[in-house]
C-alpha cells in the first residue's frame, strides 16, 4: 500500500486537479494503414508454417514482410508475450513505450507497433483480433496491453526474497532467442524487450493505479492476426501465469501451448509499400 499524504494540500488543490487533460501525442497528421487494403487479402491466404509454443517456454519465427502472422488460442485459455525483432538486424525491434503513446494502452484492430531509435517506424500492423468484442471492462481492463514489461526472474528474486525461477517470460524469450541467434544467453538477454501481452487483460486500479490482470477471455480458436510490414524474427513466450488469473511465474496455473501460423496472401496490398526507416537526420544539432 502506498504511504498516506504527509504534505498539506494547498487552498487551491482541487483547481489544480480539475484541469483538463491534454493528449501528449495528437495523432491526426499520423500516417494509418488502409485496413481495408490489407483485409481484401484475407480470404485467400496460403498457411505455409505453424509454430508450436510450449508451455512455460517460447519459440522463434520469421515472417517475410508482406506475409500475415496469427497468435492462437490452441487447447485453453493462455497468454503470451511477444517480441518483435527486424529480422536482418535485432538492433530495431518493437518499442512498446511509443506504441504505447502513439495508439493507448491496449492495441487491436487497425493499430500499428513501432519500432525503437532511431528506426520508429511500423513494423507490424493488427489485421484482425476475435477478442475485439472486449472493449474496456467495469474495473478498466482490457486485452493486448503494451504496459506491462513481462514476468522476469529479477522482480520475482525481489518479491521472492532470493527465489529464483527460470521460466518466466523474460528467461523463456532469452532461451529462445539466444537458440535462434547463437548468441550467448548473457548477450541475447540484452535484446529482449518489454513485450506485447497477446490475450492478456489488464489495467490500472483507480485508487492506487496500480498494474493489474485478471483472468483472460481468450477461449480456444481466438487469435490475434499481424501483417508483417518489415520481415521479422518473432518470439513467444506461453506465460507461466496461464490465463494470468490469479499469478505470474507459477508451476501449479494450468498452461496451455499457443500456436504460431505465418500466411502468404496471393499478391500485396494495394498501394503498400515497406516503411521507410524514420527521416530524422540525426544530428541531434551537432
Known amino acids: 500500500m502506498k504511504p498516506t499524504p504527509i504534505t498539506e494540500a494547498p487552498a487551491d488543490a482541487m483547481d489544480r486537479k480539475a484541469i483538463k487533460p491534454v493528449v501528449c501525442y495528437p495523432v491526426d497528421t499520423l500516417p494509418r494503414p488502409d485496413l481495408a487494403a490489407y483485409r481484401a487479402l484475407r480470404d485467400d491466404l496460403e498457411l505455409t508454417k505453424t509454430v508450436i509454443v510450449p508451455p512455460r517456454d517460447a519459440a522463434t519465427w520469421t515472417v517475410p514482410a508482406g506475409h500475415f502472422f496469427r497468435i492462437v488460442c490452441s487447447e485453453g485459455p493462455q497468454v503470451g508475450d511477444l517480441n518483435l525483432f527486424n529480422a536482418h538486424d535485432p538492433r530495431e525491434r518493437l518499442y512498446t513505450g511509443k506504441t504505447r503513446a502513439l495508439n493507448g494502452t491496449h492495441v487491436g484492430l487497425g493499430d500499428q507497433l513501432f519500432s525503437n531509435f532511431p528506426y520508429l517506424r511500423p513494423i507490424a500492423t493488427i489485421t484482425h483480433d476475435t477478442l475485439d468484442w472486449y472493449g474496456f471492462d467495469e474495473f478498466g481492463g482490457s ?27 523474460h528467461s523463456n524469450l532469452t532461451r529462445a532467442f539466444a537458440k535462434t541467434t547463437g548468441m550467448p544467453v548473457r548477450e541475447a538477454e540484452t535484446y529482449v524487450h518489454d513485450v506485447l501481452n497477446v490475450f492478456m487483460c489488464t489495467g490500472f486500479t483507480r485508487d492506487t493505479g496500480q498494474y493489474f490482470m485478471k483472468a483472460s477471455p481468450v477461449r480456444p480458436s481466438d487469435y490475434l492476426e499481424f501483417f ?56 541531434h544539432d551537432l
Open 143 to 169: 486485452v493486448h496491453d503494451v504496459i506491462g514489461t513481462r514476468c522476469d526472474p529479477y522482480t520475482h528474486n525481489l518479491l521472492s526474497h532470493g527465489g529464483h525461477y527460470h521460466h518466466c517470460c
Open 228 to 283: 508483417a510490414e518489415v520481415d521479422l524474427l518473432g518470439a513467444l513466450s506461453a506465460c507461466p501465469g496461464g490465463d494470468c488469473s490469479s499469478e505470474h511465474s507459477s508451476d501449479a496455473a494450468a498452461c496451455y501451448p499457443l500456436v504460431v501460423e505465418i500466411y502468404k496472401a496471393k499478391r500485396l496490398p494495394e498501394g503498400w509499400a515497406p516503411p521507410a526507416i524514420n527521416g530524422y537526420d540525426g544530428t
